[in-house]
């Protein structure tokens, strides 16, 4: 409850964090319920009540626990209504909006965010013209991007409408991969909307909302985590 998973192997490193009344500098180090952790003297408590939350991301916010900028973050929306300090699983763009989950459990956010889970997130991309059908095959095929090649899951115009929307599913966890897909043929995304996370959609939630996750809702979620296990 005092730093981000990152900002605690930084206050580890630095021997922040003693354990037992012993300076730690391995990150790595297991404790148990029975040891006694402290940060500049100070008991720390694992956190027992775990919370598990899904929003509805409005645009201009930050994906964040915190923001040197002073720019309104996922936390200012959260943290007004809710006692525990939770943290979102991954990121989303300022501008980008829709589905993020947030929760305090540390293992469980790990695990979604790792590769081998294979989370697979739902895109509605409104592009600044329309999509051709070749650059749409070549990205169902896979395009090559400054850190490598970009394979998707799925892509398609979305029906009814202008064929500057477009869906596309993928399960990368790279750093702006949607956006960086479509700039590589000389696309701008005007809008970037995450509608489905882990088999999880925001129906019925407004944006700039969250709710709580059902019981139901944390087992699939657990389910996709325990795959790297496997």
């Known amino acids: ?19 037992n009344g012993k300076e730690v500098r391995e ?35 930050i994906t964040t626990s915190n923001d040197e900028k002073g720019r309104k973050t996922v936390l200012d929306i959260v943290q007004p209504k809710i006692q525990e300090r939770v943290y979102p699983v991954g ?7 829709g589905l993020l989950i947030l929760t305090n459990d540390g293992d469980l956010a790990k695990n979604l965010s790792h590769p081998s889970s294979e989370v697979r997130k739902v895109y509605s991309v409104v592009l600044n013209k329309a999509l051709g059908q070749v650059d749409l095959e070549k990205i169902a095929k896979g395009v090559e991007l400054e850190d490598g090649k970009a394979f998707i899951d799925g892509i398609s ?66 389910h996709f985590g325990n795959r790297k296990k496997k």
């Open 91 to 97: 990121r989303l763009d300022r501008m980008t909006t």
């Open 157 to 222: 115009y979305i029906e009814g409408a202008p064929k500057n929307e477009i869906g596309i599913t993928l399960h990368s966890g790279k750093n702006r991969i949607v956006r960086r897909i479509f700039e590589s043929l000389g696309y701008d995304v005007v809008k970037l909307d995450r509608v489905s996370f882990a088999g999880l959609t925001k129906r019925d939630l407004p944006r700039g909302h969250f709710r709580h996750l059902t019981d139901k809702e944390v087992t699939l979620l657990k």
């Open 27 to 61: 990150p790595g180090t297991r404790i148990t319920s029975k040891d006694r952790v402290t940060y500049q003297g100070k008991l720390l408590k694992p956190e027992q009540n775990l919370v598990y939350l899904l929003m509805n991301k409005p645009k201009d916010t």
């Open 1 to 19: 409850g005092i730093a981000s998973r990152r900002a605690a192997d930084e206050l580890i490193q630095n021997g922040k964090i003693w354990v």
